[in-house]
């Protein structure tokens, strides 16, 4: 009875309705929410004591690492779906995820070591953080490489659910294993459990940045999510009807 | 049974297969000391990191067409008909392409590890490491190799060496453990610890994979 | 229980393109089904669902389960850089009582220790074909058996599968040529 | 409120970011936003244009 009503619900057809109706909310939302939380970051917040006016660059650089990372746990989930109950949309969403997270670890880690120039005065430490971000990265690559090397589109499917499943197993032991190995990187500003490290003037706008970039990237993902769709789905009646 | 005689027997009687990588890896160690210039004490240093990589890059070259002969011949759709136990026979593979290839590089890191590090104290813990470390090895890139069974070996290191860079630290550390005499056998039953774990899954994914191949 | 196979509307399609629609069957002990169709129309395909390597996108499938299968495919499942002897051991064939008498049939009597990679293609597919021979099943699945083999050695393949089908056995094959062998058609359009 | 207070006293001051060790970091926090916009941008536009290809190859 769960298949059949996920099978219903996550049909490709209801998916782009859906998402095609919350597109335009999301979309204004996140670019206004992102664009004010930015600007309250960099020009309203007062200056960090030690790092001094570099610190602004944590309202471009913490929003796109913790992105990145959540990323990488919704494809987990969704190949987990996929391979369970074998919801075609879950690895439409998993194939579409796979670029944009590449591009959100490729923002953090340049943002990354363009702050280390000023705060640590080198752009690239061999850091736990840093190293488990670029390791992320490859992945990210792979998957896609993987993905688009099989012609027939049901193995593709198949063995990038498990790689993005197998990778998730790796990647909690991943960071355990760079963060025993060497740490240089300030610990993380902001954590479920504890207080926040940080100033709460400086947080709120952190919060936005957050929250902000995360609608962006959705936006994103659904854009890219659309096109596998088409791309997938060209010969079916209902994309003609669509378009 | 038969099955450990059927595979021993494919991969003996194809000396590139086993021979090839434990040639490629005695020609890294002897190359190793031509590329510093110093005395042996500085040798030693960087030894084990050498020797680390090169016993990966082997692995990966050992395991290269692990699965694809079978496949491209045919043996595999045969053995994926048969009543027999698909996973079981990939794990009794790669247990032999353990066994040809990487005991003889444990042993030979091990004695080249006596004569570059010229401690043979330190050298006897190295030995159960690698062995442990290159079974391991074997493992990870059969699965690479498995997912990019028909689109070649370059696709499969690429997707499985971020996922074997944290064993890469963890032998980083055993080295320090035994020279500074710290707790060498919580490392090695940690890797054991891997390895058991490992062993019984890793056949099993790539016997789903193999099975999704050949649809 | 007298049917082996029974297959019921099915269907396969790959990237969304059909391959074939429909297909249905029954196949009873002692009886041969001969597949025909053209380039592409799906043979191996149906063959390999039957075996279960492809699982067919629609449709119902019952292989009964005293069914046990020997599959002839267009790979030989034979290892070029082996001797004919250690081929045959890895097919658990070289014990077997009647292999003697084949090998001398086929004229390999005297060349076991001869590696595979000297032999000719037809003569390949006679030792691929022993696996047939000398089966234990009952119900053999061949694609294409006749490609490369002489006109001797097909009669001789027909006369041998009629005798197996009077001893109860079944068997599925394709073929652009017309066998010799008792079997009703299915056309793949 | 603090909360809200302009940071900097003056425009160019605000693009210079010169912090109170002396250093400048402008350079540094403009260059990570042009990137991060620069990103964002370019991958809205690709997947807009690779949507517009692909649905006109339906009509």
Same mark, same amino acid.
């Given at each position: 009875?769960?298949?059949?009503?996920?099978?219903?619900?996550?049909?490709?057809?209801?998916?782009?309705?859906?998402?095609?109706?919350?597109?335009?909310?999301?979309?204004?939302?996140? @670019?206004?929410?992102?664009?004010?939380?930015?600007?309250?970051?960099?020009?309203?917040?007062?200056?960090?004591? @030690?790092?001094?006016?570099?610190?602004?660059?944590?309202?471009?650089?913490?929003?796109?690492?913790?992105?990145?990372?959540?990323?990488?746990?919704?494809?987990?989930?969704?190949?987990?779906?996929?391979?369970?109950?074998?919801?075609?949309?879950?690895?439409?969403?998993?194939?579409?995820?796979?670029?944009?997270?590449?591009?959100?670890?490729?923002?953090?880690?340049?943002?990354?070591?363009?702050?280390?120039?000023?705060?640590?005065?080198?752009?690239?430490?061999?850091?736990?953080?840093?190293?488990?971000?670029?390791?992320?990265?490859?992945?990210?690559?792979?998957?896609?490489?993987?993905?688009?090397?099989?012609?027939?589109?049901?193995?593709?499917?198949?063995?990038?659910?498990?790689? @993005?499943?197998?990778?998730?197993?790796?990647?909690?032991?991943?960071?355990?294993?760079?963060?025993?190995?060497?740490?240089?990187?300030?610990?993380?500003?902001?954590?479920?459990?504890?207080?926040?490290?940080?100033?709460?003037?400086?947080?709120?706008?952190?919060?936005?940045?957050?929250?902000?970039?995360?609608?962006?990237?959705?936006?994103?993902?659904?854009?890219?999510?659309?096109?596998?769709?088409?791309?997938?789905?060209?010969?079916?009646?209902?994309?003609?009807?669509?378009? | 049974?038969?099955?450990?005689?059927?595979?021993?027997?494919?991969?003996?009687?194809?000396?590139?297969?086993?021979?090839?990588?434990?040639?490629?890896?005695?020609?890294?160690?002897?190359?190793?000391?031509?590329?510093?210039?110093?005395?042996?004490?500085?040798?030693?240093?960087?030894?084990?990191?050498?020797?680390?990589?090169?016993?990966?890059?082997?692995?990966?070259?050992?395991?290269?067409?692990?699965?694809?002969?079978?496949?491209?011949?045919?043996?595999?759709?045969?053995?994926?008909?048969?009543?027999?136990?698909?996973?079981?026979?990939?794990?009794?593979?790669?247990?032999?392409?353990?066994?040809?290839?990487?005991?003889?590089?444990?042993?030979?890191?091990?004695?080249?590890?006596?004569?570059?590090?010229?401690?043979?104290?330190?050298?006897?813990?190295?030995?159960?490491?690698?062995?442990?470390?290159?079974?391991?090895?074997?493992?990870?890139?059969?699965?690479?190799?498995?997912?990019?069974?028909?689109?070649?070996?370059?696709?499969?290191?690429?997707?499985?060496?971020?996922?074997?860079?944290?064993?890469?630290?963890?032998?980083?550390?055993?080295?320090?453990?035994?020279?500074?005499?710290?707790?060498?056998?919580?490392?090695?039953?940690?890797?054991?610890?891997?390895?058991?774990?490992?062993?019984?899954?890793?056949?099993?994914?790539?016997?789903?994979?193999?099975?999704?191949?050949?649809? | 229980?007298?049917?082996?196979?029974?297959?019921?509307?099915?269907?396969?399609?790959?990237? %969304?393109?059909?391959?074939?629609?429909?297909?249905?069957?029954?196949?009873?002990?002692?009886?041969?089904?001969?597949?025909?169709? %053209?380039?592409?129309?799906?043979?191996?395909?149906?063959?390999?669902?039957?075996?279960?390597?492809?699982?067919?996108?629609?449709?119902?499938?019952?292989?009964?389960?005293?069914?046990?299968?020997?599959?002839?495919?267009?790979?030989?499942?034979?290892?070029?850089?082996?001797?004919? %002897?250690?081929?045959?051991?890895?097919?658990?064939?070289?014990?077997?009582?009647?292999?003697?008498?084949?090998?001398?049939?086929?004229?390999?009597?005297?060349?076991?220790?001869?590696?595979?990679?000297?032999?000719?293609?037809?003569?390949?597919?006679?030792?691929?074909?022993?696996?047939?021979?000398?089966?234990?099943?009952?119900?053999?699945?061949?694609? %294409?058996?006749?490609?490369?083999?002489?006109?001797?050695?097909?009669?001789?393949?027909?006369?041998?599968?009629?005798?197996?089908?009077?001893?109860?056995?079944?068997?599925?094959?394709?073929?652009?040529?017309?066998?010799?062998?008792?079997?009703?058609?299915?056309?793949?359009? | 409120?603090?909360?809200?207070?302009?940071?900097?006293?003056?425009?160019?001051?605000?693009?210079?970011?010169?912090?109170?060790?002396?250093?400048?970091?402008?350079?540094?926090?403009?260059?990570?936003?042009?990137?991060?916009?620069?990103?964002?941008?370019?991958?809205?536009?690709?997947?807009?244009?690779?949507?517009?290809?692909?649905?006109?190859?339906?009509?």
């Amino acid at each position: 009875m769960i298949k059949k009503f996920i099978h219903q619900f996550a049909s490709p057809k209801t998916y782009m309705f859906q998402v095609n109706r919350a597109y335009p909310y999301i979309f204004y939302f996140s @670019v206004i929410i992102y664009s004010l939380s930015v600007f309250w970051g960099l020009f309203l917040t007062p200056e960090d004591f @030690v790092q001094g006016n570099s610190y602004r660059i944590i309202y471009l650089h913490v929003p796109a690492s913790f992105i990145s990372q959540s990323l990488y746990l919704a494809m987990a989930i969704a190949s987990a779906v996929y391979l369970i109950w074998k919801v075609k949309l879950s690895v439409y969403l998993v194939r579409s995820i796979a670029p944009i997270g590449a591009i959100t670890t490729f923002i953090a880690l340049i943002s990354g070591s363009i702050w280390g120039i000023p705060t640590w005065g080198t752009w690239w430490v061999w850091d736990a953080r840093i190293v488990s971000t670029l390791i992320l990265f490859i992945m990210y690559l792979g998957l896609i490489s993987l993905h688009d090397s099989f012609n027939n589109f049901e193995k593709a499917d198949k063995f990038l659910s498990i790689l @993005v499943i197998v990778g998730s197993v790796n990647i909690p032991i991943i960071k355990m294993s760079v963060e025993w190995w060497s740490t240089l990187h300030q610990p993380a500003s902001i954590t479920l459990s504890e207080k926040p490290a940080i100033d709460l003037v400086m947080l709120y706008p952190l919060f936005g940045s957050i929250i902000g970039f995360a609608g962006i990237v959705t936006c994103l993902v659904i854009l890219s999510s659309k096109f596998q769709i088409f791309r997938r789905e060209k010969n079916k009646s209902w994309v003609n009807d669509y378009v | 049974m038969n099955i450990f005689r059927f595979e021993f027997l494919k991969l003996s009687r194809k000396s590139r297969g086993w021979l090839g990588p434990i040639l490629v890896f005695v020609l890294i160690m002897i190359a190793y000391p031509l590329t510093v210039e110093v005395s042996n004490l500085e040798l030693g240093q960087s030894f084990f990191s050498v020797l680390w990589i090169a016993t990966l890059l082997v692995m990966m070259l050992a395991t290269e067409d692990i699965f694809l002969e079978d496949y491209n011949d045919g043996s595999l759709e045969q053995l994926s008909i048969s009543d027999g136990n698909l996973s079981f026979v990939i794990a009794v593979k790669i247990f032999i392409y353990w066994m040809l290839i990487g005991i003889p590089i444990s042993i030979i890191g091990f004695l080249f590890c006596i004569g570059i590090t010229n401690s043979s104290q330190n050298s006897i813990y190295v030995l159960p490491i690698i062995l442990v470390a290159s079974y391991i090895f074997i493992n990870v890139f059969s699965f690479g190799n498995a997912l990019s069974l028909t689109k070649g070996s370059v696709l499969g290191t690429l997707v499985t060496l971020p996922l074997l860079l944290p064993l890469l630290i963890v032998l980083g550390k055993v080295i320090v453990a035994i020279n500074f005499g710290l707790n060498y056998f919580g490392f090695l039953l940690l890797l054991l610890g891997i390895l058991s774990i490992i062993i019984f899954i890793v056949p099993m994914i790539i016997s789903y994979i193999i099975r999704a191949h050949l649809e | 229980m007298n049917q082996i196979v029974k297959a019921k509307n099915l269907s396969y399609k790959i990237n %969304e393109k059909k391959l074939f629609q429909n297909i249905s069957f029954d196949l009873n002990k002692g009886e041969a089904i001969h597949i025909q169709g %053209e380039n592409g129309s799906g043979k191996t395909t149906l063959l390999r669902i039957i075996c279960g390597l492809t699982k067919p996108s629609k449709g119902d499938l019952d292989i009964s389960t005293d069914a046990k299968i020997t599959f002839l495919g267009h790979k030989n499942a034979l290892k070029q850089y082996l001797t004919i %002897e250690d081929n045959l051991s890895l097919l658990n064939l070289i014990h077997h009582p009647n292999l003697d008498q084949f090998l001398q049939k086929f004229g390999l009597d005297g060349c076991l220790d001869l590696n595979l990679a000297s032999l000719s293609f037809g003569q390949q597919k006679k030792i691929a074909l022993l696996r047939i021979f000398l089966n234990d099943s009952n119900l053999l699945i061949m694609d %294409e058996p006749c490609v490369g083999l002489d006109n001797q050695t097909q009669n001789y393949l027909s006369n041998f599968i009629n005798d197996e089908l009077k001893l109860g056995k079944s068997v599925l094959f394709s073929s652009h040529i017309d066998l010799d062998i008792n079997s009703d058609k299915l056309n793949l359009s | 409120m603090i909360m809200f207070n302009f940071a900097f006293n003056s425009f160019s001051e605000a693009i210079l970011m010169e912090s109170q060790n002396g250093q400048s970091h402008g350079i540094y926090v403009w260059s990570v936003l042009l990137i991060v916009f620069l990103c964002i941008f370019m991958t809205f536009f690709f997947y807009k244009n690779k949507i517009k290809k692909i649905t006109k190859k339906f009509k």
